[in-house]
């Protein structure tokens, strides 16, 4: 088994999908190589998501730090899960795939799916976990109204762990007809890789804009991880640069802090596992981290130094949530809220943080307590 970073990634997957995975694979090379779809992705982001993103100066969050947020909370769809939906759109489009299918947990990337979907004419089913469909009904709402068939997910812990397991037994069963739009940087290669491109322009115009902004480059990039894709976007335009990289996990699914290396929906990274390799319930407020794995490359960057993970309880995170409301008159998702309750510790007065989505979708689960 060819794993991709270091001792992790590759393909844990049935025989049955190793010729769709090999024919993404050379999709995607191909699609690399084109200028017309870098063009038409570039022309969408503009005129469809509302790329680029601005940069806010949080001035009163966090008072003696200079505290740049990336807006990905106003992205078209209220994430930056449309980044990759939109990109993976064009790339089923090229392989003459017209079946979608997708898992979400809270509920962001199905929407950015199901609005993709919509956009090019596409057939959507999104498998969603009962428990994420009850603290996300918005998104439920938005998904079915957008013309998505979400498919709940009844056993488990009922949530993202179990619906991408479902998803991905749909794919097994249609794979000549479906492409499976997977949300974030995890999975069999070359997913992670797909997603981390298609969510680098996060990085590459965080790092332009707070040049412009600051006159210098953050001391610290932060992002909150689940399965990282927001994190491994924004990190990866500041790989080659003197800039401390911190992602900040949910504690109850905290798999890059305290899990060990496992295998996970088609790739080996470090996962909240026994010692037996079977893999244990995450648990977070925030449905998009409740997922006991992470990407790879994430892993990776663990192992080498490049990037620390830390973690923000929920309580931590629905704290961080409340201020930043009343402070910035900005209502964040439960997932950045989480990145947001790391701030006032870091010894770094530059810090630059992923606001990845915004937290309308939330306001029930956070009312309650």
């Known amino acids: 088994m060819q794993l991709t970073y270091g001792q992790y990634g590759g393909r844990f997957v049935p025989e049955t999908l190793i010729p769709a995975l090999d024919e993404l694979e050379a999709g995607w090379r191909e699609a690399q190589e084109d200028p017309a779809f ?43 899960k449309l980044n990759n939906a939109l990109g993976q759109a064009l790339l089923a489009q090229r392989l003459g795939k017209r079946r979608i299918v997708a898992e979400t947990g809270a509920g962001q990337h199905g929407v950015a799916t199901a ?66 739009l997977i949300g974030s940087c995890v999975g069999p290669q070359p997913y992670p890789e797909i997603v981390r491109e298609l969510q680098a322009v996060i990085g590459r115009e965080a790092r332009e804009q707070i040049i412009e902004a600051d006159g210098l480059l953050p001391e610290v990039a932060v992002a909150c991880v689940g399965g990282g894709s927001n994190a ?48 244990l319930d995450a648990e977070s407020i925030s449905a998009g981290l409740d ?30 949530f409340r201020r930043l409301a009343s402070t910035e008159g900005i209502v964040p998702a439960l997932e950045p809220a989480h990145a947001l309750a790391r701030v006032a510790e870091l010894d770094e007065e530059l810090v630059l943080l992923c606001l990845s989505g915004r937290g309308d979708k939330d306001l029930a689960e956070v009312l309650a307590r």
Request: contains cysteine; negative net charge; charged residues 25%.
């Open 115 to 180: 609005t993709v979907c919509a956009r090019f004419g596409l057939e959507c089913v999104v498998y969603m976990g009962a428990e994420d469909m009850r603290r996300q009904r918005p998104n439920v709402e938005r998904m079915g109204l957008l013309g998505a068939e979400v498919r709940p997910v009844e056993f488990g812990t009922q949530t993202l762990k179990e619906a991408t397991s479902e998803a991905i037994r749909d794919w097994i069963g249609s794979v000549e007809t479906t492409h499976y």
């Open 232 to 279: 491994i976007g924004l990190f990866t335009g500041f790989l080659a640069d003197p800039v401390r990289l911190v992602g900040v996990e949910a504690s109850g699914a905290a798999s890059l802090g305290t899990g060990r290396t496992a295998v996970l929906h088609g790739s080996r990274s470090s996962v909240l596992a026994d010692e037996d390799g079977q893999v």
């Open 291 to 320: 997922y006991p794995g992470s990407g790879p490359e994430h892993a990776a960057l663990r192992d080498a130094g490049r990037a620390e993970y830390v973690s923000a309880t929920d309580e931590e995170a629905l704290a961080a």
């Open 38 to 80: 870098h063009q038409e992705l570039d022309r969408l982001g503009r005129t469809y998501a509302g790329r680029p993103t601005p940069l806010t100066l949080a001035e009163r969050f966090a008072p003696g730090k200079r505290l740049y947020l990336k807006r990905e909370d106003l992205l078209h769809t209220g994430a930056h």
